[in-house]
């Protein structure tokens, strides 16, 4: 069996034997059904639930908040974090703040931010987008300085602008440190913006989470959250594979 293969199979197995013995507790009457139900039961009742189509247009909502969310992140993190690796003392400056950005409870600032932007989707992607950002612009600025000052003196012979070095020069070079940061802000645009709408929202997936809880509707809760892990796990081992291919494609390229 190649590495590869071992790996995958190490990966499924450490997946598959938890659930398995979870399924065995809930069945043998260790985890009660009103605490929890079967991992079996769950995978049933989100499959009702996405062919009922009740809670489409929530699925939708939340998907489409924690993609702008993303989105916007990724493209502005790479942007500041390309404008601070250039200006040296604005970057020793904020480096503190990057540092301990995590230790801020973002979601202490939702009220205000319904204030000034109301009751839509604004809040929620803000929330991811805040989450997120710090991630790909650390990210961006530790790929940037792995990149070799050869380099960047091959651009300035080849007399490109500020502009064109980043774009074809340092940014490609530090393209596995973005997709680190890229990794990071999709975990976190799904914590934000499911978050934010399990806090206060009137729709979208963390609310129909948070409206089950508060009713005690195990059969409705769980299936929405296994779709939430399944969704997440997803877009993750998406985002690594490309990670892996590029990293690998750099290899081969050496």
């Not at 398995?20 to 059904?33: H, K, S, T």
């Not at 612009?137 to 000052?149: A, E, F, K, M």
């Not at 940014?171 to 997709?179: D, E």
Request: aromatic content about 8%.
């Amino acid at each position: 069996m190649s590495r590869a293969r071992r790996i995958a199979l190490y990966q499924a197995l450490a997946v598959a034997i938890p659930v398995l013995l979870l399924e065995v507790a809930c069945r043998v009457g260790l985890i009660q059904p009103l605490t929890m139900p079967t991992p079996s039961s769950m995978v049933v009742g989100l499959v009702e639930i996405l062919a009922s189509g009740r809670i489409n247009a929530a699925i939708l909502k939340t998907l489409a908040n924690v993609a702008a969310a993303f989105v916007l992140a990724s493209v502005a993190g790479v942007a500041l974090g390309a404008l601070l690796h250039r200006a040296a003392p604005v970057r020793r400056l904020l480096e503190p703040l990057f540092s301990t950005y995590y230790a801020i409870p973002i979601y202490a600032f939702y009220p205000l931010f319904i204030v000034v932007f109301g009751l839509g989707d604004a809040p929620q992607v803000l929330i991811g987008f805040m989450l997120a950002l710090v991630a790909v612009i650390v990210s961006t600025l530790n790929g940037l300085d792995s990149v070799p000052r050869v380099l960047i003196k091959t651009a300035r012979v080849c007399r490109m602008n500020a502009v064109q070095t980043a774009t074809q020069v340092t940014l490609p070079y530090a393209a596995p440190h973005l997709f680190t940061g890229v990794k990071l802000a999709a975990a976190y645009s799904f914590i934000g913006v499911i978050g934010a709408e399990f806090i206060m929202s009137q729709s979208g997936l963390g609310y129909e989470i948070r409206f089950a809880f508060d009713n005690l509707d195990n059969q409705v809760m769980y299936p929405l959250i296994l779709l939430i892990l399944v969704v997440s796990v997803t877009v993750n081992f998406t985002l690594d594979h490309w990670d892996k291919a590029l990293r690998a494609r750099r290899g081969a390229a050496r």
